[in-house]
């Protein structure tokens, strides 16, 4: 049996359109006019951007979600994080965001770590294909991403508890399926269920095929993994939503044709906006613009310095997508900026919630105390600043180390740091 045509839908239709455009548009209103439309607050802070299929499906994709947050089928969600670095960055974040939303209103979600799948490479949003990495470096990769996607999840549940019942959060790695199988029985079993004319048409294909390197078998069988993957998902954990950047639409689609085809249930697919830098670029290691996770490398004040230099045309739309605040506290810290916009006010709130859902509370602190020492001139920062804290403020300056004599006095130690010339100054 063919998979049903796909027609994508965008957010913008549920929130704009008049009454009498349809009946999905009508039912996602009417269920998620009040404060359990999970769905409908998600598209007001503009964080999810496509959802499919519009049509010919059991289910509708509001209706799902209006009983599952009404407590009586939790949905599960999954999304998925390739480990080609030892950390997620910045980019990441929506995503992770997304899954968060979704456990806050009852559901269970899955961030799955791709230890096989990032050995193949994500040709999505690519002009060439991805340095290969050997299967140790892969695997030490996937256990840094598990063991930080865990703390982000644990931050989380500690200082951004709402008291209502929150659904689960588990971290997999899909190695752990991939590693059972062998080629020729996959393929075998796998194989015959995907179409050639249907994965070549996806547009992450196309671009590849037409660039002057062209396209790998490898990155090519990627969209027949991932699609596996959310096979394998709703199979053991009943998951029935995949979330992605708006790059992984093909990849999704191709889950939903292999699913239905092979049980004839309805699964969907919702992705998350792509943040770029302010020259248009996708924010990441390939673009050699990550601002990463992980404190080693990039410390609480760098990550906070980040958000505190956003410009004041993006600073709403981030409050929204990179926060849990509510809407109505956004709109008042916004119209507090319009009448003192020097004092930044919104910047440094998205700053202090993002850094401290990233690093903690002590992280935040952290990243407060080195601003006030190196923009505020704060000796009192200063004095109570970590040697941890000191190295990440000037790790960019040159620095020595060595034991003085007794006696020894300032201007000669800064002399014997090199940091003054040595000798008389005329």
């Given at each position: ?5 796909l ?7 549920w ?6 455009s ?5 039912r996602?209103r ?10 409908a607050?998600q ?22 979600f ?6 009586n ?9 390739d ?19 979704f ?19 994500d040709?999505s949003?690519?002009?060439k ?19 930080g ?14 008291g209502?019942?929150?659904?689960s ?7 752990a399926w ?18 050639m004319?249907?994965?070549l ?5 196309q671009?590849?095929l037409?660039s ?10 990627y ?15 009943g998951?029935?939503v995949?979330l ?13 044709e ?5 049980t ?14 302010t020259?248009?670029?996708k ?12 404190r ?21 739309r ?8 509510p ?20 910047q ?7 850094t401290k859902?990233?690093h903690?509370r002590?992280?935040?602190?952290s ?9 505020h ?40 740091a090199?940091?003054?010339?040595d000798?008389?100054?005329?």
């Amino acid at each position: 049996m063919a998979a049903p045509m796909l027609r994508l839908f965008s957010s913008s239709r549920w929130s704009n359109a008049p009454s009498s455009s349809g009946v999905l548009a009508m039912r996602f209103r009417k269920a998620h006019s009040g404060a359990q439309g999970l769905l409908a607050g998600q598209n007001a802070r503009g964080l999810f951007k496509d959802f499919f299929p519009e049509r010919g499906t059991k289910v509708e994709l509001p209706e799902l979600f209006d009983r599952g947050t009404a407590g009586n089928f939790p949905q599960t969600i999954y999304c998925g994080f390739d480990p080609t670095a030892d950390s997620l960055h910045v980019g990441h974040l929506l995503a992770l965001l997304g899954l968060f939303h979704f456990q806050r209103a009852g559901h269970n979600v899955i961030a799955l770590v791709g230890g096989a799948t990032a050995r193949l490479g994500d040709p999505s949003g690519r002009t060439k294909e991805r340095e290969a990495l050997d299967t140790e470096h892969v695997r030490a990769n996937a256990r840094a991403l598990c063991g930080g996607l865990e703390a982000l999840a644990a931050n989380h549940q500690q200082l951004f508890n709402d008291g209502r019942p929150w659904g689960s959060f588990t971290v997999l790695d899909n190695a752990a399926w991939y590693r059972k199988q062998h080629l020729v029985d996959f393929l075998a079993a796998v194989g015959g269920h995907f179409r050639m004319g249907t994965l070549l048409s996806r547009l992450s294909v196309q671009t590849r095929l037409k660039s002057p390197e062209g396209m790998s078998l490898t990155e090519f069988f990627y969209q027949v993994l991932q699609a596996y993957d959310f096979y394998y998902l709703f199979r053991h954990y009943g998951c029935r939503v995949q979330l992605g950047g708006s790059d992984q639409l093909g990849n999704i689609m191709s889950g939903y044709e292999f699913i239905h085809k092979l049980t004839g249930e309805d699964v969907f697919g919702i992705t998350v906006p792509l943040i770029t830098s302010t020259t248009g670029a996708k924010l990441g290691k390939s673009a050699g613009n990550a601002v990463w996770l992980n404190r080693d490398k990039t410390s609480p004040f760098e990550l906070y310095q980040f958000f505190v230099r956003q410009q004041d045309d993006s600073v709403e739309r981030y409050l929204k997508l990179f926060t849990f605040l509510p809407l109505p506290e956004i709109d008042y810290i916004m119209q507090l900026h319009s009448k003192e916009p020097e004092k930044r006010g919104p910047q440094k709130r998205l700053a202090a919630e993002v850094t401290k859902l990233v690093h903690g509370r002590e992280g935040l602190d952290s990243a407060k105390r080195c601003t006030q020492a190196l923009y505020h001139s704060s000796i009192d920062a200063l004095e109570v600043m970590s040697d941890q804290e000191l190295k990440e403020l000037f790790k960019e300056a040159s620095f020595s180390e060595f034991v003085l004599d007794p006696g020894t006095s300032v201007l000669d130690t800064c002399r014997k740091a090199n940091a003054i010339p040595d000798g008389p100054r005329g």
